[in-house]
């Protein structure tokens, strides 16, 4: 399906690929984002689109000369790793549930960091930067190398998956845990400051942003493609873990090489071309998808996943959905279902089933298959996936 233009007058059009209207908040919050002056042709909704803060999440928005550090968000470089192996479907029977019990012990979950940091994470060398960062993270540096290989929690996790010809995939999703997020609030604060003391009288406080060549820009700049950075090895760490302890059960332990490694962000911004001129361009639940480029959908826990290439679609600023997109609040989800549901939706799915992932059941989120009908004209479809262990934050 193509991009419908929302019936809305702001001066930059929004351009939907979502398959339901938008709510009244949805609206709003759209209308918000393609009011800003320094907004770049349009603003695109992706068929995830779902409220969050300041933006919707499922948005890409170009801008000229400024950056909105709310839109980027606090879960800063949040993204997806996968590597398609060797090994084939067979080879995992009656294993997974001690592959999942060796995840669960050698990769840290929810506030959990790890005893131990390994060479890999020592010996990265984006620690020379860290004194450059914002001074408010200053003393978090211990923090961040023990969190470097550390899942973290809501709907982060880490599968083991099988494509439609029975070849096993690894696939995990995590950001730049609690330093990413440290970082963005100790920003997003400078810019609400900032807003306030030029009396700028802005739709949404969480829309307060920086101006291109001023020093408050730099610093966000300069700190968020440090925790971007981050984000990306912290996935590294984690998947040459998971690997290794697939491999300890399958092969003894000898190591394989993938046959194809995707590593992508869906949570952060970069300076790109789009339409001939120099943008930033913010995805805030959005993967790039320029043609050639490989990028992961994940659907829910009982849901299938997809691996996709992109078509470069210029009216998407060469982006597509990051996933299923929630149906659900989370405290909705706990609402609407009861542990049963949970047990009955993921069937065939080796994972924890107790009432502290509920919020994460299958059916609290948008079914993946529309999503991706939604996007035919953003992404083909390389692989598509279904997990049989899940390991969640």
């Given at each position: ?339 049963d549901d949970l047990i009955e939706q993921t069937q065939g799915v080796e994972c924890r089933k107790d009432t502290g992932v509920l919020d994460e059941i299958p059916g609290a989120y948008k079914p993946i298959e529309q999503v991706m009908a939604n996007q035919a004209d953003l992404v083909e479809v390389v692989a598509t996936l279904k997990q049989v262990m899940c390991v969640k934050g």
């Amino acid at each position: 399906m193509p991009y419908e233009k929302l019936e809305i007058t702001t001066p930059a059009p929004v351009l939907s690929w979502a398959n339901h209207p938008l709510g009244p908040e949805e609206t709003k919050m759209a209308k918000n984002v393609a009011s800003l002056p320094f907004v770049f042709k349009h603003v695109a909704l992706m068929p995830d689109v779902h409220l969050g803060k300041g933006a919707l999440v499922g948005s890409v928005i170009a801008t000229k000369e400024a950056i909105i550090p709310a839109a980027v968000g606090v879960d800063v470089g949040c993204g997806m790793s996968a590597i398609k192996t060797p090994f084939t479907g067979e080879q995992l029977e009656g294993k997974l549930k001690k592959i999942r019990l060796d995840i669960e012990a050698a990769i840290p979950t929810g506030f959990n960091e790890n005893k131990d940091v390994e060479k890999s994470v020592t010996n990265w060398q984006r620690w020379n930067d860290f004194k450059d960062l914002h001074r408010g993270v200053q003393d978090l540096q211990g923090k961040a190398m023990k969190q470097m290989g550390s899942l973290g929690g809501g709907n982060h996790f880490i599968e083991v998956c099988l494509d439609t010809e029975n070849q096993v995939w690894l696939m995990l999703h995590s950001g730049s845990r609690n330093i990413g997020n440290n970082l963005a609030q100790c920003h997003i604060n400078t810019a609400k400051e900032l807003a306030k003391m030029a009396g700028n009288k802005l739709a949404d406080p969480d829309l307060a942003y920086f101006v291109a060549g001023t020093p408050q820009f730099h610093a966000y700049w300069r700190d968020l493609q440090w925790a971007q950075e981050y984000a990306r090895v912290n996935r590294d760490v984690m998947m040459a873990r998971f690997k290794h302890i697939v491999e300890k059960h399958l092969v003894g332990g000898k190591a394989n090489k993938p046959l194809l490694q995707v590593n992508c962000h869906h949570n952060y911004a970069e300076k790109e071309v789009h339409f001939d001129e120099d943008v930033y361009v913010t995805r805030k639940g959005a993967v790039r998808a320029q043609t050639e480029d490989y990028g992961i959908i994940p659907g829910s826990m009982g849901a299938k996943s997809f691996i996709v290439k992109g078509k470069g679609n210029a009216h998407s600023f060469c982006s597509c959905s990051h996933g299923a997109g929630r149906l659900l609040s989370r405290n909705k989800a706990k609402n609407v279902y009861t542990l049963d549901d949970l047990i009955e939706q993921t069937q065939g799915v080796e994972c924890r089933k107790d009432t502290g992932v509920l919020d994460e059941i299958p059916g609290a989120y948008k079914p993946i298959e529309q999503v991706m009908a939604n996007q035919a004209d953003l992404v083909e479809v390389v692989a598509t996936l279904k997990q049989v262990m899940c390991v969640k934050g």
